[in-house]
């Protein structure tokens, strides 16, 4: 079993920055492959980024390629997500989770809430 929590969201304004923090409990963090995904209001779930279980690799969806940065802390079970040059079209309930394999995810945060608004 994987529990995890996030952190850091909020209300930010166009071009400003938030920074996303995962916690993980319950096993063994440096493991295993993370991902960050959003959803924003009347659309599907968008994976974001995702980061290798040493950290050395990462992918980033076209939209937030350059703004986005995704880096993990094994040694405090902690995945971030650094987001810069916010955009109003980021707003969105962001989700970490658990990579099983491929892009298939097992364990979920219960997610939180980013809104980019002037």
């Known amino acids: 079993q994987v529990q995890l929590v996030e952190s850091g969201g909020g209300l930010a304004q166009p071009g400003g920055s938030l920074r996303l923090s995962c916690t993980a409990t319950?096993?063994?963090?440096?493991?295993?492959?993370m991902i960050w995904a959003r959803q924003a209001p009347g659309k599907g779930l968008e994976w974001v980024s995702h980061i290798s279980s040493d950290g050395t690799d990462t992918y980033y969806t076209d939209s937030v390629k350059g703004r986005f940065t995704i880096s993990r802390d094994n040694a405090k079970n902690t995945l971030y997500l650094h987001m810069n040059s916010l955009k109003v079209e980021d707003t969105a309930h962001y989700f970490c989770?658990?990579?099983?394999?491929?892009?298939?995810?097992?364990?979920w945060g219960q997610g939180i809430q980013v809104a980019v608004s002037s």
């Open positions: 319950g096993s063994r963090f440096s493991n295993y492959r």
């Open positions: 989770a658990k990579v099983l394999y491929g892009y298939c995810a097992d364990y």
